[in-house]
């Protein structure tokens, strides 16, 4: 029972839902990790121009529901880690710290390891 879980999508939708509807601080939580994509940097993996307005619409929503510092701010508070993956640009880097992420998973470690170094100078 002291395994450490990571939340199911199924959980990270209904952790959306609560937190949206005022009642995630009173549901208790079992996972200690929340571990989510940014949508936004589908745009960036994606060709923008071979994507539908539809699509782009609700990579946006994605993005404007999941991407919440209160939520994180929440999270960390009662002791669940937040990471955000996987961001390649410093920008992406700055946004997931920015909004209170634990951490993010990258392709380009060394890269990281250089925006932290002048992040935190």
């Known amino acids: ?5 990571l939340f199911s999508l199924q959980r990270v939708l209904l952790i959306l839902g609560l937190f949206f509807t005022g009642l995630l601080p ?5 996972e200690q990790f929340f571990e989510i994509p940014m949508p936004s940097i589908i745009l960036k993996l994606k060709e923008p121009h071979t994507m539908s307005r539809s699509q782009k619409f609700l ?11 209160a939520l994180f701010d929440h999270l960390t508070a009662r002791g669940i880690q937040v990471y955000i993956w996987v961001l390649n640009e ?3 880097y700055k946004r997931a ?13 060394t890269k ?9 100078a």
């Open 26 to 30: 009173f549901v208790p939580i079992r």
């Open 112 to 120: 990281l390891r250089d925006f932290l170094h002048n992040f935190s």
């Open 90 to 92: 410093e920008q992406e």
């Open 1 to 5: 029972s002291d395994i450490p879980i």
């Open 59 to 69: 990579i946006w929503l994605s993005d404007l529901l999941l991407m919440r510092k």
């Open 97 to 109: 710290f920015d909004l209170g992420a634990t951490g993010v998973m990258t392709d380009y470690p």
